[in-house]
């Protein structure tokens, strides 16, 4: 079975910023339904995921529709999408996407990942189609604006600034973390 580096990655605060918004409307570009996407980070993503064999798994509340069965449908629809991100430019992340968190009604996000790290490990089976393909987590980083994760994961947790987004140090940060 494969083995992958796993980062959790939320979209806003992350992908986004509030500097990148702001400048977006001060040039009087039109917003998008879910606030304004850096293009700049996604390709800097996308790099660090080429670069380093690292795969994404998404945690962002963007993947939270009705049920877990309709978020495999939307993120990983054929293999080569995610849903509506296409209209958000995320497109490009989409080689990388080997899964989405399932969702919780209580919305705690370290829970979440915790269920989906217990799914790769082997417990509950029934759920293993939220994942791209079957993989073991070889080490992981959650890389989230918010800091509501569980204790255990406090040392795999690299928390960005909404502000800013995501920053060259938090890069630094998820590679020793990832231990690449």
Partial sequence: MKEYNIIFLDIDGVMNSVQYDCWRQNKKLNRLRYGSIDPRECYRMAKFCEDNNVKLVISSSWRNGNSWEQNNEDF???????GEFHLHGLEILAPYVVGVTPYSKSRHRGQEI???????????????????????????CIVDDDNDMLDIQKKNF???????????????????????
Wanted: aromatic share 14%.
């Fill in 114 to 140: 915790q269920y989906f790290i217990d799914i790769t490990n082997g417990k509950y089976p029934e759920y293993r189609k939220i994942m791209k393909e079957d993989f073991t987590i070889l080490n992981y």
């Fill in 76 to 82: 990983i629809r054929d293999g080569n999408g995610l």
């Fill in 158 to 180: 690299v928390q960005t600034n909404p502000w800013t987004g995501i920053t060259r140090k938090n890069y630094h940060k998820i590679k020793e973390i990832l231990k690449l």
